[in-house]
């Protein structure tokens, strides 16, 4: 009787390049791109830092400089007063505390020619001067954002009697006449708004 040959068990191996083979290769690839997002992060966040040094080193900069921006209003307030229709006011001896900030003329509607300067006002607040030769009422009611005729309250100011007008976003004084309606508005205390009607001269117009 014959013995029995018994097959010798095969011992599995991976091929190589199989899944099983490269798992660990992948795993080491991933921990080195891993490490290298993390140096060149750390690396990029060292040159801005150094950016960021030369810039505030080497550019000037002042900590008390006016936030402010000065807008001068000398020529628009000159090319105004020889192409309005009215006489055109600007303040004169308010004093460099009054810093002016936005001036525009408007003259593409000769029923509607517009005027304005905007400034900042001693105690950081705003006073606008606002013309036109438009509807009155509808033009205080659109530069005050919907204010209104305060009772029968006046302001004499500059040698005329203003209306007070109240209620809208802007508190404003107003000159009304047949040419021009003058406006002085803003967030500013009555005072200030007093200080600028008083301050505003009016020449020029045709």
């Given at each position: ?59 000037p900069h002042d900590s008390h400089a006016d936030p402010v921006k000065v807008v001068p209003f000398s020529v628009e307030l000159g090319q105004a007063r020889r192409d309005a229709p009215y006489p055109v006011a600007g303040p004169e001896g308010l004093g460099a505390e009054w810093r ?107």
């Amino acid at each position: 009787m014959s013995a029995m040959v018994t097959p010798t068990a095969r011992c599995r191996h991976p091929a190589v390049g199989t899944r099983e083979d490269m798992g660990d290769d992948r795993g080491v690839a991933a921990d080195k791109r891993g490490s290298k997002t993390v140096r060149d992060l750390l690396l990029s966040l060292v040159v801005l830092g150094f950016v960021v040094s030369v810039i505030y080193i080497f550019i000037p900069h002042d900590s008390h400089a006016d936030p402010v921006k000065v807008v001068p209003f000398s020529v628009e307030l000159g090319q105004a007063r020889r192409d309005a229709p009215y006489p055109v006011a600007g303040p004169e001896g308010l004093g460099a505390e009054w810093r002016s900030t936005s001036v525009t003329y408007n003259a593409a509607d000769p029923k509607n020619v517009t005027w304005h300067i905007g400034f900042v006002d001693p105690e950081q607040q705003y006073v606008a001067v606002e013309q036109s030769n438009g509807p009155s009422d509808a033009f205080v009611a659109s530069v005050t954002l919907n204010s209104h005729r305060d009772g029968t309250r006046t302001v004499s100011a500059g040698g005329h009697t203003w209306e007070r007008w109240t209620g809208g976003r802007y508190t404003a004084l107003v000159l009304k006449d047949p040419k021009v309606t003058t406006v002085v508005l803003g967030t500013a205390a009555d005072t200030q708004l007093e200080k600028m009607a008083a301050a505003l001269q009016e020449r020029g117009g045709h």
